[in-house]
């Protein structure tokens, strides 16, 4: 007997990262009320965790130079937990000082985009990374890993298995017990998402894989699949689809939080997030930002709308 069973994990964690990666590809600056305004909203949706800025240079970022305070006023916001990307450690001691708990690290799967993005290759990249993770320790902060153009560089093209391992090893030495697998270019497959994914957890079994996809080539959700497929349950996402990388060149945004709240309800999987109200919010931030990022759900709604049967003399189209 055929078993036809399409299993999946119960419950997945969606991390909203529009207000970082979202925000940072605006060329029109973003007051800080309606940021704060934007994440408050986000928070009432049933997002537990938001990745609210980036502590890099005013220069590198003009966007994001109100990261202080912006977290300094979401700090009060109940049953949410703040991450912030950090350069350096300079980045790391601002971050830390205005209340975040939990830093993420920056780091390239191949020294093309580590040159663009980092100045430096990737090994000079994460050596330069340790003084991160020793100053988070002494203040007790978390500190994840990242590793973006993970399965597809714009300048050297797709990334082999090996690659990641090598720097997987030093995030281990390093003491990392997280890191996050970033679609940085939308050059992802599924079947090489699959793939990778089970030589990772084999290799790594204490570290804890996150998937952050971008949805430029149209494959964020069926990469989803795949990461499900694997155990993956933890997921970034960007509100209305917003996003983008200024190192990738044609990089669009990343899936959008509707979209992919939407895409794991109906497949069985829980995130504890209200639809309803994620759809709510994205057409007030598409309306504030003045677009949003291809986003499926703003532009049909979703599945379970029901709509008034045309009348005997209207033409379907198939």
Partial sequence: MV????????????????????????????????????IRSLAQTGVTTMEVTSFVHPKAIPQLKDAEEVVSRVQDIENLHLRALVPNLRGAQRAISSGVKKLKLMLSATDAHS??????????AQKKLEPIIEYANQKDAKVGGSISVAFGCPYEGKVEVNQLISIL???????????????????????QVYETLGVLKETYPTITFSMHFHNTRGMALANTVSALQQGVIRFDSSIAGLGGCPYAPGATGNVATEDLVHFLHENGVDTGINLSSVITTAKEVKKIIGHDGGSFILQAGPSSDLHSKPNSQQKINN
């Fill in 169 to 191: 090893d030093r995030y281990q030495t390093m003491g990392i017990e997280e890191v996050s697998l970033a679609d940085t270019t939308g050059m992802a497959t599924p079947k």
């Fill in 3 to 38: 078993d036809n069973e399409f299993l999946l994990p119960k419950k997945a964690i969606v991390c909203e990262v529009a207000p970082r990666d979202g925000f940072q590809a605006e060329p029109e600056w973003i007051p800080t009320d309606k940021k704060v305004e934007m």
């Fill in 115 to 124: 040159l663009s993005n980092a100045n430096a290759t990737v090994i000079e």
